[in-house]
């Protein structure tokens, strides 16, 4: 009876590698170019699969990672997207191009997804998701050109993702405002734009670039569009004021601002505050307050659309409306710590 065939060593590599089990145990690798001899890989894994992605890089680049990637930011969809889900997909795509920009789409199987996933992000798993949700557009973009007939990234499923379960307490996120409006002129502008997300439980990208006309003071109504909607949808929202809210608008409309503009939230010289301004400060403010002892945790600017949500269902009894599905709204922002219910009469 002949010697049992080992299959495991030979998982995961890229196609025309092989995978030649020796007698003292270890493994040689092998790649076999169209047309030409077999080319000795040595006996180390990880450095065969990088010399054949160093091979392909010279073939020819159509139907590679790295072209479809060029298609796609050429293309309507990318215009359609948001500057900021562009420029988180421009940094998602330096390691993916890293690893597969040089790989035919053709070449690309589930297994080599899930290795990705498993193995060259296995120090970041989350980014690891969105770098593969990125290659899954780009993957169906070879499946409209006809390369594919199939997206792999749908076949495998993405790495586990521990949503966030932790908000700030009121008194908490009150003395990082008033320690934030005490700081500054760019902190003042930040501590504002905090407590409008804790007060209406809107997404920054809903209103960074809000304007004056939009606070309607008379009616006590804040106009903004809701931002994320499904198939290219636009829904406009309604805020309606608070005592609390109301206060905060008069501060908005009171703040100093350039005779031409009408921008709420403005940075130092009276311009529109931009993501990046925003980013930058956010990160030194929380790294200050930290150091301060004015907070004993850090917390994400996202995370107050969480206090919103938690406060609502605290005072009013029922969740807010962000989502078109409540479970959602639910599984995401609800950070309720104590449930409560009623006993029987």
């Not at 789409?105 to 589930?110: C, K, Q, T, V, Y």
């Not at 790495?159 to 760019?186: I, Q, V, Y």
Request: with cysteine; net charge positive.
């Amino acid at each position: 009876m002949g010697r049992r065939r080992e299959r495991a060593s030979g998982f995961g590599l890229l196609p025309r590698m092989e995978a030649r089990p020796r007698k003292d145990g270890k493994v040689t690798y092998r790649y076999h170019p169209v047309g030409g001899k077999p080319v000795n890989l040595g006996t180390d894994r990880d450095e065969a699969i990088r010399q054949v992605l160093g091979v392909t890089a010279e073939l020819n680049s159509a139907g590679t990672v790295r072209e479809l990637w060029g298609l796609y930011r050429k293309s309507a969809k990318w215009t359609d997207l948001k500057p900021r889900t562009q420029s988180d997909y421009e940094k998602y795509s330096i390691n993916l191009l890293g690893v597969m920009g040089d790989v035919a789409a053709a070449a690309i199987r589930p297994s080599d997804i899930a290795r990705y996933l498993r193995v060259e992000r296995a120090d970041a798993p989350v980014r690891g998701n969105r770098e593969v949700a990125l290659l899954s557009n780009l993957m169906n973009i070879a499946i409209e050109r006809g390369d594919i007939d199939a997206n792999p990234c749908k076949q495998v499923k993405k790495n586990s993702e521990r949503p966030r379960t932790e908000a700030p307490e009121p008194h908490e996120l009150s003395a990082f405002l008033d320690w934030l409006f005490r700081s500054g002129p760019h902190n003042r502008t930040l501590a504002l734009m905090a407590e409008f997300a804790a007060l209406a439980g809107s997404r920054r990208a809903e209103f960074l670039e809000l304007q004056i006309p939009q606070i309607d003071m008379q009616a006590k109504v804040i106009r903004l569009m809701r931002a994320k909607q499904h198939l290219g949808a636009t829904k406009a929202e309604t805020i309606q004021m608070g005592p609390a809210m109301e206060n905060l608008a008069i501060r908005l409309i009171g703040m100093p601002r350039p005779d031409s503009s009408l921008h709420v939230f403005n940075n130092t010289k009276g311009n529109p505050m931009t993501e990046a301004n925003f980013l930058t400060g956010w990160q030194r403010a929380m790294v200050s307050a930290l150091k301060e002892g004015v907070i004993t945790r850090r917390f994400t600017f996202h995370d107050l659309r969480a206090y919103y949500t938690t406060q609502h269902k605290e005072k009013y009894g029922s969740l807010p409306e962000l989502h078109a599905n409540t479970a959602t709204t639910a599984r995401v922002y609800d950070r309720t710590r104590v449930s409560k219910r009623a006993s029987l009469k």
